[in-house]
């Protein structure tokens, strides 16, 4: 079974892992991978380097997860690909038993103005992959709640996600958005344009106050609610969390607090993204294991027996 249609069935659970720039973190990888298959998640996403500079590396944590009972989706980007290129490279995927793909543009490297490649948008990708290999990978697609930063209006990128669909995308990756009224809008607005495909909410845990902070800001302008923002203000480490020697006393008893005001208003939001009637949760794990089994667990989101 496909996974969109196993989504119009029942609510999956998924997880976003990226590979390692280090041998040791390689080496780490399959228990992180086996830890999180306790779970059944219905499938884990790896992140792809732009212009294929992780290809190698993502192709073997995708064998990882393969390897490990669930099914593996590769992210896959426009950046410096040609349209043979990519057919190459998709091929290689399939012969290694990889048939899942997130269809992305990607983000433009420092100083780029276009993908340098033969295809400028994502909805191109999915047209071109479609038309050559039909039905036999499956193809998410990226949603911006939000509204994508480079996009002249949310309409327009919903117009935009709408010509996914009609050039063959299966369903819906979120992108991360902590604006629960702004999210329950854009998707009575898909609904409204005609897009029917199924929606995987994107979800980061909030861990780190500089990790979020750069999340939200640095490529997606993302909207911080004030609970979040208070959660950042109240445990704030002087003279700011990006500095690696920071002067405050009390940083490690602040990270702590963090940490677990953090996986709260996670759960929380959780909470909400299921009460919207969502087709699935996909956790950004970070390559970690262990924070992101205690949100599952206290979250309810499976029931081991």
């Not at 040791?24 to 732009?50: D, Q, R």
């Not at 349209?83 to 990889?98: M, P, R, S, T």
């Not at 819906?172 to 999210?183: G, K, P």
Request: proline share 4%.
């Amino acid at each position: 079974m496909k996974l969109s249609d196993a989504m119009r069935e029942k609510m999956l659970l998924s997880f976003e892992l990226f590979p390692p720039k280090t041998d040791k973190g390689m080496e780490n990888l399959p228990g992180t991978i086996e830890h999180l298959c306790k779970y059944k998640p219905e499938y884990i996403s790896c992140t792809y380097g732009a212009g294929g500079t992780n290809v190698g590396k993502n192709m073997d944590v995708c064998k990882m997860i393969k390897d490990a009972g669930t099914t593996p989706v590769t992210h896959f980007t426009c950046i410096g690909n040609t349209a043979e290129g990519i057919k190459e490279q998709l091929q290689n995927y399939l012969d290694n038993g990889v048939d899942h793909m997130l269809a992305l543009r990607g983000d433009l490297p420092f100083g780029w103005t276009g993908t340098g490649g033969d295809f400028a948008y994502a909805t191109d990708l999915v047209a071109y992959v479609r038309k050559e290999f039909g039905d036999k990978i499956e193809i998410a697609v990226a949603g911006s709640p939000e509204g994508h930063i480079s996009c002249r209006s949310l309409e327009a990128d919903i117009a935009v996600l709408k010509q996914k669909q009609d050039n063959g995308a299966d369903y819906i990756m979120t992108q991360l958005c902590w604006d629960m009224e702004q999210f329950k809008y854009w998707l009575d607005a898909i609904r409204c344009a005609g897009i029917t495909m199924p929606v995987d909410v994107g979800i980061m845990p909030i861990l780190d106050q500089a990790a979020t902070i750069n999340m939200a800001l640095s490529r997606n302008a993302c909207v911080m609610p004030r609970e979040l923002c208070e959660i950042i203000s109240k445990n704030w480490i002087f003279p700011n969390p990006f500095v690696q020697d920071p002067f405050d006393a009390d940083v490690e008893g602040k990270k702590a607090r963090f940490k677990e005001a953090g996986i709260e208003y996670t759960i929380r939001q959780i909470d909400e993204y299921r009460a919207c009637g969502i087709d699935g949760i996909h956790l950004y794990a970070l390559n970690k294991w262990k924070d992101v089994s205690e949100i599952i667990d206290r979250s309810g989101l499976r029931t081991l027996v």
